[in-house]
């Protein structure tokens, strides 16, 4: 009976230590963190989607040396992609 008691106490008081190093653990302040462009960018231009209709959808480039935005369009009844706007100066709008 007192071996059994021995190992109840004994679980209990690493229970009590696992849960103290967590409590603990938690009231640590985390600094928030970022990435940057240059950790996750390794090229000269940026891509993303977007859709028009269920028939057409948009390419967005951001040619990241010359600071422009290239907007283009597909157009599927006729199999083209079309340059929809590509006079955004990224550079002029987010003057530094």
Known sequence: MKT????????????AVVLGVL??????????????TSRTMTGD??????QI??????LYVIDIPKQKLLVY????????????????DLGRIFAR
């Open 4 to 15: 059994n008691q021995n190992t109840l106490i004994a679980m209990l008081m690493v229970t």
């Open 53 to 58: 209709s269920d028939s057409s959808s948009l």
């Open 73 to 88: 369009a597909t157009d599927p009844s006729r199999n083209t992609v079309q340059v929809v706007d590509d006079r955004v």
């Open 45 to 50: 231009y940026i891509m993303a989607t977007g």
């Open 23 to 36: 409590v603990v653990g938690s009231w640590k302040s985390q600094s928030a963190q970022a990435a940057t």
